[in-house]
């Protein structure tokens, strides 16, 4: 059975059973999202990831490197639990970035059977591509609400960042937002 059947049944089998009120939350973040994802750039930021032929595990292990602190680059079993993803996947895309430039990684001096992974100046380039050409829509998208729309996602979004889940990706994004 291939991944994509896979992953239709799981998303049959969680939607299976919603009330009209989860389905339609569901409907209107998935909106929203895809609207973010695409908003305005004509596909620029899509086509970086294209460019560099990252596969969409390659792509999260730079989103998760771009925000992390410099100073303490994460191991890559931490990078696996964090991406939900197996170590020894996890480990083949580091490689392949590795191999293209894109982060690099090193032995941890007091347990060599550890690695932890950075980003290159070559990563940071194509992550800051695809992110500011996002933040760009976000902001544009973000300046077109009206002071009651803005309102109102303010209050809906602020009650969800009590969510330590949420939360914690709050916390990274602010900290590479520009001023």
Do not use: N, W
């Not at 430039?101 to 194509?126: I, M, N, Y």
């Not at 544009?140 to 303010?154: H, S």
């Amino acid at each position: 059975m291939s991944s994509v059947a896979t992953t239709s049944d799981a998303v049959r089998a969680a939607a299976a059973g919603l009330s009209d009120e989860v389905r339609e939350t569901a409907i209107r973040v998935g909106t929203i999202f895809r609207h973010l994802v695409s908003y305005d750039d004509g596909g620029e930021a899509l086509r970086a990831i294209d460019a560099h032929g990252l596969s969409f595990v390659q792509f999260k292990v730079l989103m998760e490197l771009y925000v992390a602190d410099p100073d303490e680059a994460p191991y890559i079993q931490e990078l696996s639990v964090c991406l939900g993803t197996p170590t020894p996947s996890l480990s083949r895309a580091v490689e392949g970035l590795v191999q293209k430039d894109l982060v690099s990684r090193c032995e941890d001096p007091d347990d060599r059977r550890r690695r932890r992974v950075a980003l290159t100046s070559a990563g940071r380039e194509v992550l800051d591509q695809f992110y500011l050409s996002r933040v760009a829509g976000v902001i544009e998208f973000a300046a077109g609400l009206t002071g009651v729309q803005r309102q109102a996602f303010d209050a809906a979004v602020g009650s969800l960042l009590e969510r330590e889940d949420i939360a914690s990706v709050y916390e990274s994004v602010q900290g590479v937002m520009p001023r």
